[in-house]
């Protein structure tokens, strides 16, 4: 029995160390030919072996920081009114909301950004079609807000009734108790809330893929959020279908994919320090 | 302030109701019964007039195989943290688990096409599905596994270490009468995350057609997830919209029904 | 003991208002989910000193202060201090839990320093005009200072359960309230603790009304010059001290006393 049980945990190690080995071995023939300056060069033609890896790198920045500058304070703003605010029963249907919100899946999300976003964006902005940096950041603020709803509300719950009746039998009125007692030690679960709706963001793929408009170049200005662009999910969906096995173009999808691999486990251990920190 | 924090919530709480009538409404023009046995009709082409049970059972058939290969790994991981790992293991196991489900689905995709796909010649199919969407669901199912685990008290464990019992009827006889409910509600949650993964299956594992039954585990299917996908870009077809909505209400029936199950599941646990 | 007393009574005495507040409940009553706490209590704290209010568990004493600074508000009848209903305090509910300010049975300290616990009731106006003497009088009057002056900026969560208990009284002193509510301030404390607490309450009942809700007998009889003696959410009876621990009246609060008496052996 135990015999089995290690062999099984050692086949789990293996396996994943196995696959992340490809991973790192199929970007070599890129990195050993283009190396780490791809990183900041604006120009993406796998025809011509530009490959330049900074437009997607700008893409899913500003793709993230859309989606968290709405998801954020709507979600939290949504997690003090359900656990502060609700009664009961209400708290519950909540939940209840927020799990089907969770639940729908990303290529159905993909189809609401297509078909209610874009000609939304299009009429609204005079857009050409709408596909844009904006269109992906608001269809991932859709998705990322029950992550963060969820880790909010956790976070508030997690705040003892004691230190609550503390504060109002000091005479502190609701708002001042929000912010003086509730929300800073609700914080370390707000944050690692945020960090992991961040890596949702951006590892989301297919949602992102049909509305960001696939687009290589540099948003210019670099702020004009209004224009297809490309982000790193978005351009691995769109030309893996396209890169032939073994060629320098599928090598650098894969340096795209490695990338991603490297920030969102970042993200995760920045989590796992604060849950650490928390934990103390 | 009150009143700020309602009006900035109001999108958070409208939004799963509004999104869900949204897409039922859309879909309810191709939703009869000819959409799950196909039609005869030749002027709905690019695929709208297939039958959409083989997508059906394409995703769910390949959902359940990679279930069936995630569970026993998930199990041995759980059960390694439990019974064999000192401290600093369980650190390691616990680190590697929020690392693993931090990395996007793509990137194992991308992964399992090089691996699978193209080193070990299985080609696009749905072998290499299941192998992709086990390893994607493998870090929450184990650490739904250990919670479960974890949950069980202490003294259960040491009273029936105490009679001497052996491992396995310690599995057997304590830990899964306590914990196969949470068990469970780990392995619904996994699966309803199986079958809406999409990104990492389209280039693995899914055509968009011709295939009614796959022959083998080595040959390819068609799934509900990548055939959304494929109509959604039909802009110019109108029936291939409809299609494309009314597959994704059956998506997303699919996935609720996992997800909310898992949902009332632990709910009836918690109290 | 003496000395910090004489030391610390002072500018107390100069701060409060000479009128001493009063406070009358008739015919409240509790009922949560068709659970009756408390029923048809009536009385009344006129004077300054300590009342403890005891009884067995279960007796609705704790549901009772909660009722008095309106954290628990689902109550029926009346509430009034100084002659005014408390559901229409003039300043509203959260100036009224500074006129009548409650201290839980677990100390509930904020993740923060010592000194910012003690002002953290106070507004930012309050805070500019001498903090430090503000910190330093509440924090003498609960009988804390000797034993945290140098470390007033260290984390409160530091501190022992005992000093944390002190540290909320301190909190409550600052905003000066008029009325004081204790709930089992003592309990599960460390002898000295309890001590130096006790020490603070009588001094503080010097000018103020302080309601103690105990079930420690002893404690009980050391304190206060009233008893209001409490069962299954009814007042039994209302006696000053020695009368109460004496010859009680009622049968219930002999058979109390008995059986508590027996706990204690």
């Not at chain 1, 857009?127 to 909010?152: D, E, K, N």
């Amino acid at each position: 029995m135990l015999k089995i049980i290690r062999f099984g945990y050692l086949i789990a190690l293996f396996s994943i160390a196995a696959l992340l080995w490809f991973l790192v071995v199929n970007t070599w023939p890129f990195w050993a030919e283009f190396g780490l300056s791809s990183l900041w060069l604006d120009e993406w033609f796998p025809y011509e072996s530009l490959y330049g890896l900074l437009p997607a790198l700008v893409g899913s920045a500003w793709v993230m920081m859309i989606a968290m500058f709405f998801a954020l304070p709507c979600g939290l703003a949504a997690a003090i009114v359900g656990s502060e605010l609700l009664s009961k029963p209400w708290q519950s249907t909540l939940r209840l909301s927020v799990e089907i919100l969770a639940g729908i899946p990303s290529v159905v999300y993909g189809l609401i950004g297509l078909w209610i976003l874009l000609p939304w964006l299009q009429n609204t902005f005079d857009l050409i079609t709408g596909h844009s940096l904006l269109a992906a950041g608001l269809l991932l603020a859709m998705m990322i807000l029950p992550t963060i709803m969820v880790m909010s509300l956790d976070a508030l719950r997690f705040v003892p009734q004691e230190q609550r009746e503390a504060a109002a039998s000091l005479g502190l009125d609701w708002n001042t108790r929000l912010i003086t007692v509730l929300l800073p030690q609700a914080w370390p679960g707000i944050r690692s809330g945020v960090l992991l709706a961040l890596g949702r963001a951006l590892g989301e793929t297919m949602a992102v893929m049909l509305v960001v408009g696939s687009l290589d170049k540099m948003p210019s200005p670099i702020y004009n959020i209004l224009e297809p662009a490309q982000t790193l999910t978005s351009r691995i969906g769109r030309e893996m279908g396209e890169a032939a096995f073994g060629s320098m173009h599928f090598s650098a999808l894969m340096a795209n994919g490695l990338i991603l691999a490297i920030i969102s486990m970042l993200l995760s251990f920045m989590v796992l320090r604060q849950r650490k920190a928390a934990q103390r | 302030m009150k009143i700020l924090l309602w009006f900035l919530a109001l999108p958070a709480l409208l939004l799963p109701a509004f999104a869900l009538l949204y897409i039922v409404y859309q879909a309810l023009p191709a939703l009869d019964w000819s959409l799950f046995v196909g039609t005869q009709d030749t002027k709905l082409h690019f695929g709208a007039n297939q039958a959409l049970w083989q997508q059906i059972s394409g995703s769910l058939l390949m959902m359940l195989l990679a279930c069936a290969l995630a569970s026993p790994i998930a199990m041995s991981i759980a059960l390694f943290h439990q019974l064999l790992a000192g401290p600093r293991q369980k650190l390691f196991i616990h680190a590697l688990l929020q690392v693993l489900q931090g990395i996007p689905p793509i990137v194992y995709g991308l992964c399992g096409l090089v691996l699978l796909v193209h080193l070990l010649h299985w080609g696009i199919s749905l072998a290499a599905g299941a192998v992709i969407l086990a390893i994607i669901i493998l870090p929450l199912l184990s650490s739904n596994t250990i919670h479960a685990l974890e949950r069980i008290p202490d003294e259960q464990t040491e009273s029936a270490l105490a009679l001497g019992l052996t491992p396995f009827q310690l599995l057997i006889r304590v830990w899964l009468p306590n914990a196969w409910s949470s068990m469970l509600t780990g392995l619904l949650l996994s699966m309803a995350r199986a079958l809406s993964e999409t990104a990492p299956i389209l280039f693995t594992a899914t055509v968009f057609s011709g295939v009614v039954w796959p022959d083998s585990i080595f040959s390819p299917v068609t799934s509900l997830q990548t055939h959304i996908f494929y109509l959604a870009q039909e802009g110019y077809n109108q029936h291939a919209i409809d299609v494309a909505w009314a597959s994704a209400v059956v998506l997303l029936g699919l996935v609720l029904s996992f997800s909310l199950c898992a949902f009332f599941l632990r709910r009836f646990e918690d109290h | 003991m003496n000395n910090l007393q004489k030391k610390t009574s002072k500018p107390m005495l100069a701060e409060t208002q000479p009128q001493i507040a009063t406070l009358a409940l008739t015919n409240l009553s509790l009922t949560l989910t068709d659970k009756t706490i408390l029923q048809h209590v009536s009385l009344s704290l006129a004077a300054s000193g300590i009342t403890c209010l005891i009884g067995p568990s279960g007796a609705g004493k704790s549901s009772l202060l909660r009722c008095l600074n309106l954290l628990q508000k689902a109550w029926s009848g009346q509430i009034e201090i100084q002659q005014q209903d408390i559901r229409q305090w003039p300043a509203g509910e959260d100036a009224l839990r500074r006129f009548i300010v409650l201290i839980a049975q677990k100390p509930a300290v904020f993740p923060v320093s010592i000194a910012e616990n003690v002002i953290f009731g106070l507004s930012r106006k309050q805070r500019k005009t001498n903090q430090d003497v503000r910190i330093k009088t509440c924090l003498q009057q609960a009988a804390l200072w000797d034993e945290v002056k140098y470390r007033l900026d260290e984390p409160a969560k530091n501190l022992s359960v005992g000093q944390q208990q002190r540290l909320c009284l301190a909190r409550a002193l600052a905003l000066q309230p008029k009325i004081l509510l204790l709930d089992e301030p003592t309990a599960s404390l460390d002898p000295r603790s309890k001590q130096l607490i006790e020490a603070s309450l009588k001094t503080l009942a010097l000018t103020m009304p302080v309601l103690c809700v105990t079930h420690d007998l002893e404690q009980a009889q050391r304190l206060s010059e009233k008893i209001i003696f409490m069962c299954d959410g009814k007042v039994i009876e209302t006696a000053d001290s020695v009368t109460f621990f004496q010859q009680p009246l009622k049968l219930e609060s002999r058979e109390f006393l008995r059986w508590s008496s027996c706990d204690c052996d």
